[in-house]
């Protein structure tokens, strides 16, 4: 299930290399994978993936996150890969959590209000709270 943030960002679980095509038509330009390979047996590696959005012209970057937490690198990674697409993005994890999670700090880090990150994501059924620090410190008192 596809949960839009905004315009500009969508997260979700686990997609399948057939899911690709249609993401490609629903006007995604990016897809971002927060997953690392062989979480769970049976999950398709991030290298189907990317065959699979780059055949339907979409860029596709991984940016792993393990239940270790959040790091620097991969907040700027984020980023990046969201600074870099030229329309709309899917990042995917198992549920859609951590990439909503690290959605969020890297749009804090690029100076989003966190009270309105943490409304998009309250309104699409994520809770921030637990990273609420971490926004505020990012986004640097805005």
Request: contains cysteine; proline residues 6%.
């Amino acid at each position: 299930m596809i949960r839009p943030i905004d315009e500009t960002i969508a997260v979700a679980p686990q997609i399948s290399v057939g899911d690709v095509p249609g993401l490609a038509a629903a006007g995604f330009v990016a897809i971002i994978n927060n997953r690392p390979d062989g979480e769970d047996a049976g999950q398709p590696e991030g290298a189907s993936i990317r065959a699979a959005a780059e055949a339907a012209g979409l860029s596709y970057t991984e940016i792993p996150v393990t239940h270790a937490g959040f790091s620097g690198n991969q907040v700027d990674a984020m980023a990046a890969a969201l600074s870099a697409a030229n329309g709309p993005v899917l990042a995917y994890c198992r549920s859609g959590t951590r990439s909503c999670n690290l959605w969020a700090l890297a749009r804090a880090k690029l100076g989003d209000n966190p009270d309105r990150l943490m409304a998009k994501a309250a309104a699409t059924g994520y809770d921030l709270s637990g990273i609420r620090p971490l926004l505020d410190a990012l986004a640097g008192g805005k």
